[in-house]
């Protein structure tokens, strides 16, 4: 069984770390399921048991898990997600006692207060994070690259957005990043991505995580509760970033 939350926030746990991949089946587009892969393998490169909790529209979602991540998805399937986070508030009620969520493109519009299909229809989110999306006259498609925001982070964070929402951060929300290319958020106020609580929501696929490891230590050491965590040196990361900064 996983650590409590308090035993995590000791720094001394010494039980699995359960990772939450949320709706693979309607969420994830572009790979966006690799985040919890590396989430899983930068835990078990540092000694630390983890494993992949799979929630699909079958399951009710639980609340024990230790971090979550939700991926991407087309307007029909994300309709479904929301439906069914609505129906079993699990991931809610861990975000509520500090889990980390991780909320990719269509995760961001679903966990906000409400959004607009391309067809402009009007869909009630789960009300998580303070933010509301409507569609943009152009959809945004392409490279994003921006500066972090977020203490902690320090390193350029890299990704490929596609999304025609464009989402608005209400006053109990904050941006992730300040976007030095492509479009972000797309509502002219320059920011990427959202921070409130334990959730942080992007744009960015790539999976995003695999782009930035930075990004997946920060939620890693919350998850462990420590300030932060032995390096790891991959070349071939190294390597992606610098390759992905460039394109
Ligand atoms: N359907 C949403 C939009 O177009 C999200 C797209 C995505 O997750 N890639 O804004």
Not at 12 to 29: A, F, H, K, N
Not at 47 to 70: C, Q, R, W
Not at 137 to 150: D, H, N, Q, S
């Amino acid at each position: 069984m996983a650590a409590s939350r308090s035993d995590s926030m000791s720094g001394g746990r010494e039980s699995t770390v359960r990772i939450g991949l949320v709706l693979p089946d309607v969420m994830g587009t572009y790979g966006d399921g690799g985040n919890a892969l590396v989430l899983r393998q930068r835990l078990r490169m540092r000694g630390h048991d983890a494993e992949i909790v799979e929630i699909t529209l079958s399951d009710p979602v639980p609340e024990s898990l230790d971090i979550y991540t939700l991926g991407g998805a087309e307007d029909s399937a994300q309709r479904l997600a929301t439906r069914h986070l609505q129906r079993y508030p699990g991931l809610q009620r861990a975000a509520a006692k500090g889990a980390p969520v991780l909320a990719i493109c269509a995760a961001i519009q679903v966990l906000g207060h409400w959004y607009e299909t391309s067809t402009g229809e009007r869909v009630d989110g789960v009300g998580l994070i303070d933010v509301t999306t409507s569609p943009q006259a152009k959809r945004a498609i392409g490279e994003v690259t921006t500066t972090p925001l977020l203490p902690g982070l320090t390193a350029a964070l890299t990704g490929f957005e596609n999304h025609r929402g464009g989402t608005k951060l209400g006053g109990d929300a904050t941006g992730l990043a300040h976007v030095t290319r492509g479009v972000g958020n797309g509502v002219g106020d320059g920011l990427e991505g959202v921070v409130q609580g334990s959730t942080i929501g992007t744009y960015m696929h790539g999976p995003a995580l695999a782009r930035n490891p930075e990004l997946a230590d920060l939620l890693l050491a919350r998850v462990l509760g420590v300030d932060e965590l032995p390096p790891l040196h991959l070349p071939e990361v190294d390597q992606l970033r610098r390759e992905r900064l460039r394109a």
